[in-house]
């Protein structure tokens, strides 16, 4: 399944540990529609786009784009998902308010809740927010993030699903909401804020990366799985730009691209992050014994090599 992500916008309520883009209160550029829309195009002629997924920041900051920009997408035929933290769900009125127009083109929604996102977002709103979506019998789905979905030995993770339990008490478990529990991916903030907590011991990953972990279909040498931002980045989510729209045509990009002739994803593919490191070493990186995964030891390379690739270690939000 080929999917695009489209980040409104960097800008968001909250501004979250694990946060992989850098997101944050302050103002940002937003995403022009007709840009989101020219790529969507050029997507499902040139790749068979089947869903787009629009996500921020946070899209519930702006509504009307939010909207605009699913109903065009539904009109293409196109799946629709957008991914949220339930901020506007201050009561069921305003959480109906937001939701009905999305349920009623066909669209999906993921919430967001976890001991992260719960200092910025209360979870009575994220309660609300699902409550609703079950009442108006729109697709909805609940994602949470774990320091170590496994053990959930950190009281980040106990207190994660402490929150989960009290929705759940509150709500009952909707058979029509699915839930997905996984690992923090240790790159942009969460590298910095919260690697520290479960590296040690994990040692130094020598593993290839053949595909970004958090999407199906997210190999590095196909555009199954692509990411664009509001000022015109293709990306794969995680800092490493293929090209920028506005500069070059959005079709020239697809049509150019090559993993392998890519100078971070040719040595992802051959030789991991530890040969970005061992790249970065000669530009003052000091390799450390422990790593929380591979996108902790490629985050921390790549943070070291962006001046040397400045065309391709975009967009500078996953580096702040």
Same mark, same amino acid.
């Given at each position: 399944?080929?999917?695009?992500?489209?980040?409104?916008?960097?800008?968001?309520?909250?501004?979250?540990?694990?946060?992989?883009?850098?997101?944050?209160?302050?103002?940002?550029?937003?995403?022009?529609?007709?840009? &989101?829309?020219?790529?969507?195009?050029?997507?499902?002629?040139?790749?068979?786009?089947?869903?787009?997924?629009?996500?921020?920041?946070?899209?519930?900051?702006?509504?009307?784009?939010?909207?605009?920009?699913?109903?065009?997408?539904?009109?293409?035929?196109?799946?629709?998902?957008?991914?949220?933290?339930?901020?506007?769900?201050?009561?069921?009125?305003?959480?109906?308010?937001?939701?009905?127009?999305?349920?009623?083109?066909?669209?999906?929604?993921?919430?967001?809740?976890?001991?992260?996102?719960?200092?910025?977002?209360?979870?009575?709103?994220?309660?609300?927010?699902?409550?609703?979506?079950?009442?108006?019998?729109?697709?909805?789905?609940?994602?949470?993030?774990?320091?170590?979905?496994?053990?959930?030995?950190?009281?980040?993770?106990?207190?994660?699903?402490?929150?989960?339990?009290?929705?759940?008490?509150?709500?009952?478990?909707?058979?029509?909401?699915?839930?997905?529990?996984?690992?923090?991916?240790?790159?942009?903030?969460?590298?910095?804020?919260?690697?520290?907590?479960?590296?040690?011991?994990?040692?130094?990953?020598?593993?290839?990366?053949?595909?970004?972990?958090?999407?199906?279909?997210?190999?590095?040498?196909?555009?199954?799985?692509?990411?664009?931002? &509001?000022?015109?980045?293709?990306?794969?989510?995680?800092?490493?730009?293929?090209?920028?729209?506005?500069?070059?045509?959005?079709?020239?990009?697809?049509?150019?691209?090559?993993?392998?002739?890519?100078?971070?994803?040719?040595?992802?593919?051959?030789?991991?992050?530890?040969?970005?490191?061992?790249?970065?070493?000669?530009?003052?990186?000091?390799?450390?014994?422990?790593?929380?995964?591979?996108?902790?030891?490629?985050?921390?390379?790549?943070?070291?090599?962006?001046?040397?690739?400045?065309?391709?270690?975009?967009?500078?939000?996953?580096?702040?």
């Amino acid at each position: 399944m080929s999917t695009l992500k489209i980040h409104l916008t960097y800008q968001c309520t909250a501004q979250c540990a694990h946060c992989r883009f850098g997101c944050d209160p302050s103002p940002q550029p937003v995403i022009d529609p007709d840009l &989101a829309m020219d790529c969507v195009r050029a997507l499902r002629a040139h790749n068979d786009l089947s869903m787009v997924v629009l996500m921020g920041g946070e899209p519930g900051l702006y509504p009307e784009l939010t909207y605009g920009l699913a109903a065009a997408c539904t009109d293409l035929g196109l799946a629709v998902r957008i991914e949220t933290n339930a901020f506007w769900a201050s009561s069921d009125d305003e959480a109906r308010q937001f939701l009905e127009p999305l349920y009623a083109l066909g669209a999906s929604v993921m919430f967001s809740l976890d001991a992260f996102h719960e200092p910025h977002v209360p979870p009575e709103r994220v309660a609300c927010a699902l409550r609703v979506s079950a009442e108006l019998g729109g697709q909805h789905y609940l994602e949470m993030a774990y320091l170590d979905v496994k053990r959930r030995a950190h009281p980040f993770d106990r207190h994660s699903d402490a929150l989960l339990t009290e929705v759940e008490r509150g709500l009952g478990r909707s058979p029509s909401c699915r839930i997905y529990q996984g690992n923090v991916f240790y790159n942009g903030r969460a590298a910095r804020s919260l690697a520290s907590w479960v590296s040690e011991g994990r040692g130094v990953p020598a593993n290839t990366c053949e595909r970004v972990p958090w999407w199906m279909d997210g190999e590095l040498d196909t555009l199954d799985l692509l990411i664009l931002d &509001a000022d015109g980045y293709l990306s794969k989510g995680c800092g490493i730009a293929i090209g920028r729209i506005g500069p070059r045509p959005v079709e020239a990009i697809l049509d150019d691209f090559d993993a392998r002739a890519h100078p971070i994803f040719r040595t992802l593919l051959e030789m991991g992050p530890l040969g970005l490191a061992h790249e970065a070493e000669a530009m003052g990186y000091t390799l450390k014994a422990d790593y929380a995964d591979k996108c902790h030891l490629c985050q921390e390379a790549r943070q070291v090599l962006r001046p040397a690739y400045p065309e391709f270690l975009t967009p500078a939000r996953h580096y702040e």
